[in-house]
């Protein structure tokens, strides 16, 4: 374990979340919503518990799970109604980094070792909710599950006695020496339940007790210390603020050394104000806020590049991002893969919802799901045709076929770039 971890957790039922598998008081009905606030207190994964009734109810928790997997910013762990191979899969699929088996239920033990040998362990994690479970399967929890949950409080003293394993406890609300003296134990890994639900806006000061306290815990701990920085004739440094995601540039503010440290301790951006002479939260007023993802300095070490999850606009114009004043320009071809991607995505999705005339996009719209599915086969047997021919530019022009007719599905099947990179960035 290179750190303890801090695990929220969303109990989902009918689209909602709510209070615990035995309070259904909704607390929350845009659960992606709360995922994402997890995430942007510096949670450092997060458990759903799928608490659906039926076939129908757990297809439609899935596109939920799929949601809050694309807001949360932080792993997902999947749990709830995993009964075969096929839901692990569909947990996965939906964007989960592991998913958890019911170990209350006889089949899903035996069923641990095929799925771990199918997904890895490291996509395996075991809901525990008796202790003595986990002394009765100790050798497969070992050999083919990465974590241990365990959802019963009352059983915690007797799991830290038995487990060889990391276990993320899930306790109800405690005071925080409880859980300075759990997280000392070295086979608690984390702590989950609603002892962190209902303290997730004081994370990063709890995890700051931690750290005061020799717990290693996951901090924004500076490489660099203010000291070290080559400041301006004021006594800042110059911040550029990039959207992690896109990386646009947002904006350009300045730092003192309150501010950097204040930033570093909360996970938020906060500058000092030169107009006004005091420290800035971004957001504080607006809501608007950005939290930290990286900071890295420039070889000079006299500016900060802020990567940033940007919520709302940036400016205070209203903009998205404050640089918008175009000044002058020269024609060029975007360059970027992105971002040609997705301004071809953007043209189909448009054909999609207002049709053209003599649009080839809405020829194919219009044939339906066979069509497009057969005209992507084809483009892909040009592709291996192509790529027999010695001149690679016969492969370039069928692969910009191909691709075309592949986005052309996913507008028909409503998948965005954004949940294939993001895919394709956790595999």
């Not at 959802?151 to 487990?163: D, F, G, Q, W, Y």
């Not at 000092?272 to 900071?295: I, N």
């Not at 024609?331 to 207002?354: A, C, G, Q, T, W």
Request: one cysteine or more; a negative charge.
């Amino acid at each position: 374990m290179d750190y303890k971890k801090f695990v929220p957790c969303i109990y989902l039922y009918k689209g909602n979340a709510v209070k615990s598998f035995a309070d259904r008081t909704i607390i929350d009905t845009n659960p992606a919503a709360l995922a994402k606030f997890y995430g942007d207190n510096n949670a450092d994964e997060l458990i759903v518990y799928d608490m659906s009734e039926g076939d129908t109810e757990h297809e439609e928790a899935l596109d939920v799970i799929k949601a809050i997997c694309c807001g949360a910013e932080i792993p997902v762990i999947g749990a709830g109604n995993v009964k075969r191979m096929e839901d692990i899969k569909k947990l996965i699929y939906a964007g989960c980094k592991k998913a958890a088996l019911n170990y209350s239920k006889p089949d899903n033990v035996a069923l641990t070792e095929e799925v771990s040998q199918k997904f890895g362990k490291e996509k395996i994690a075991a809901c525990v909710t008796e202790a003595v479970t986990i002394s009765e399967n100790e050798t497969t929890l070992r050999q083919f599950v990465s974590d241990i949950i365990l959802v019963k409080e009352k059983e915690l003293k007797e799991a830290i006695r038995l487990s060889h394993q990391p276990i993320i406890a899930s306790i109800p609300d405690v005071s925080l020496d409880k859980i300075l003296e759990l997280l000392s134990k070295d086979n608690i890994c984390g702590i989950s339940g609603n002892a962190i639900n209902e303290n997730a806006k004081e994370l990063p000061a709890i995890k700051q007790l931690c750290s005061n306290n020799g717990i290693r815990v996951n901090t924004f701990e500076p490489a660099i210390r203010w000291e070290e920085f080559k400041l301006n004739s004021d006594g800042h440094v110059t911040v550029v603020v990039q959207d992690y995601k896109t990386d646009e540039v947002l904006m350009v503010a300045y730092m003192n050394e309150e501010a950097y440290n204040t930033t570093l301790q909360t996970g938020k951006m906060t500058y000092y104000s030169r107009s006004r002479g005091q420290l800035w939260v971004k957001g504080e007023t607006s809501g608007h806020y950005q939290y930290v993802k990286s900071l890295t300095a420039d070889c000079d070490k006299d500016t900060i590049l802020a990567k940033v999850s940007q919520v709302g606009a940036a400016c205070h114009t209203g903009s998205h991002s404050c640089f918008f004043n175009k000044i002058m320009s020269k024609e060029y071809e975007e360059s970027n893969p992105l971002k040609v991607f997705e301004r071809v995505f953007d043209v189909i999705k448009d054909r999609k919802v207002h049709p053209k005339e003599g649009s080839y996009t809405n020829y194919l719209f219009d044939k339906g799901i066979d069509k497009i599915l057969k005209k992507l086969g084809e483009e892909a047997t040009e592709i291996v045709i192509a790529a027999k021919n010695p001149n690679a530019n016969e492969v370039k022009y069928e692969i910009s076929d191909f691709l075309y007719h592949m986005m052309v599905l996913m507008a028909e099947k409503n998948v965005t770039w954004e949940e294939i990179t993001a895919e394709l960035a956790r595999r």
